[in-house]
C-alpha cells in the first residue's frame, strides 16, 4: 500500500535525522497517516509534494 510506503519514508528519514520514532507515539503517527494519504493523493497529479507536521514531537 503506497499509504504504508510514504509513512515509513517519511517516519524513517525523521528517525534519522532526529533520533524519533514517530510510529511509537500514538498521535504523531496518526497525523503522519493523515499526511501519508494527502500526499498520495497528490502524487497521483504532479511529481512531488511537500508534507509539513509542525509540532510533530510535541508530546513525544
Known amino acids: 500500500d503506497y499509504d504504508d510506503r510514504i509513512m515509513n519514508y517519511i517516519a524513517d528519514e525523521f528517525k534519522k535525522e532526529q533520533g524519533i520514532d514517530l510510529r511509537k507515539d500514538r498521535q504523531a503517527l496518526q497525523r503522519l497517516i493523515e499526511a501519508s494519504e494527502k500526499a498520495k493523493v497528490e502524487?497521483?497529479?504532479?511529481?512531488?509534494?511537500?508534507?509539513?507536521?509542525?509540532?510533530?514531537?510535541?508530546?513525544?
Open 43 to 60: 502524487l497521483s497529479s504532479v511529481t512531488e509534494t511537500n508534507i509539513s507536521l509542525p509540532f510533530i514531537t510535541a508530546d513525544a
